[in-house]
């Protein structure tokens, strides 16, 4: 198989653009199909495994205990402010990994198309995905298209699969938490969701407020070397803050505090989050992790996420406490708490 470069694709425009718009034929296995494959697909993910187009993919084993993530993606706008469908489904699947322990490495991606979505469109979104699995060190490996009659889709879903690995010695969960460690979040909260209903909600707004989303794997890695210690992790995704808190200590013999003034939060979202009536500690991020630490590390730990560039507005927002056992509580400044209460319903349908 020739080896068309990303070079080459960038320097001529792609067959797939001799259509404008995705064609069922472009799912049905034929000629089409591996045109769009070829040109668009292997050409911008460009991976030795990918480019073998094999029925799968064969991939090196470097040891550990393997971590599987699988993620469906579906977002309206597909591009958003700060970011667009293809960089959400890498870095979500990516962040799952990281936070697990895994040294994410390998990644299939599946597209499923409606007939008559734009050409010029997906492409954007291929390369958005190409450059965060780059930016995160992720292999695109396999993949599969298939394209739905229209009426029979909504523009673009996209399935990623990712694949990592965990050394041994990685014991992470909420097994491991004791009371007095320390949680801390990697920045501001609640900028993906707020930034995406915004936008959906046609608010007039002075200054847009962009998502959060990035693979986090980088900013993990480096507080994991700085905090060996650290006893759990989980990005914060749809719930939000409130979410993961309560899941942390659902059936556990301890509770969550978080400190509502420490927790950082950006002004326009504050600001939004009013208009739009939603609580930003349940707004969704795609580019934030809470991390539960041994108190005599949190400093190290913080050090670490502040000196990453996805890490700058890191916090200790919290602790883990020996009572109420079960309950997630926020502290005001004035020493009055209330219960941190597990989102309901779905605040914000379809935004990841
Ligand atoms: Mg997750």
């Known amino acids: 198989m020739s080896k068309p470069s990303s070079d080459r694709l960038a320097a001529r425009a792609p067959a797939t653009s001799r259509y404008d718009t995705v064609r069922l034929s472009h799912g049905s296995g034929g000629k089409l199909t591996l045109e769009l494959i070829e040109e668009l697909f292997v050409a911008t993910f460009s991976s030795a495994p990918l480019e073998e187009l094999n029925d799968a993919a064969v991939l090196a084993n470097p040891g550990g205990r393997i971590a599987l993530a699988t ?49 010029a469109e997906l492409e954007r979104v291929v390369r958005s995905m190409k450059h965060t699995a780059d930016e995160a060190g992720v292999a695109i490996v396999a993949g599969d298209t298939k394209v739905l009659g229209r009426g029979h889709g909504d523009g673009i879903f996209i399935n990623t699969t990712g694949v990592g690995f965990i050394p041994d010695e990685v014991n992470l969960g909420v097994g491991v938490v004791r009371p007095g460690d320390k949680v801390l979040v990697n920045g501001t909260l609640g900028d993906h969701g707020i930034a995406v209903m915004s936008r959906r909600e046609g608010l007039d707004l002075s200054v847009e407020l962009e998502s959060d989303v990035a693979p986090l794997n980088g900013l993990i890695a480096a507080v994991r070397r700085a905090a060996p210690n650290v006893r759990f992790m989980r990005d914060l995704t749809r719930g939000g803050l409130a979410a993961v808190a309560n899941e942390v200590v659902r059936r556990q013999a301890f509770g969550l505090r978080v400190f509502d003034a420490r927790v950082p939060m950006n002004e326009l979202v504050e600001q939004y989050s009013e208009m739009l009536g939603i609580d930003p500690m349940l707004a969704a991020n795609e580019g934030k992790v809470m991390v539960i630490v041994a108190p005599d590390e949190a400093e190290a730990a913080l050090t670490a996420m502040r000196a990453h560039q996805y890490g700058r507005r890191a916090a200790i927002i919290g602790d883990i406490v020996r009572r109420p056992e079960g309950v997630a509580l926020v502290e005001t400044a004035y020493g009055s708490r209330r219960v941190l209460e597990m989102p309901i319903e779905e605040q914000l349908p379809r935004i990841c």
Not at 85 to 112: C, Q
């Open 71 to 119: 993620d469906s993606h579906t977002v309206k706008p597909t591009f958003f402010p700060g970011g667009d469908i293809g960089r959400l489904a890498v870095a979500g699947t990516v962040n799952d990994l990281a936070v697990m322990g895994a040294t994410p490495a390998y990644m299939s991606v599946a597209f499923l198309l409606e007939e008559g979505y734009d050409m």
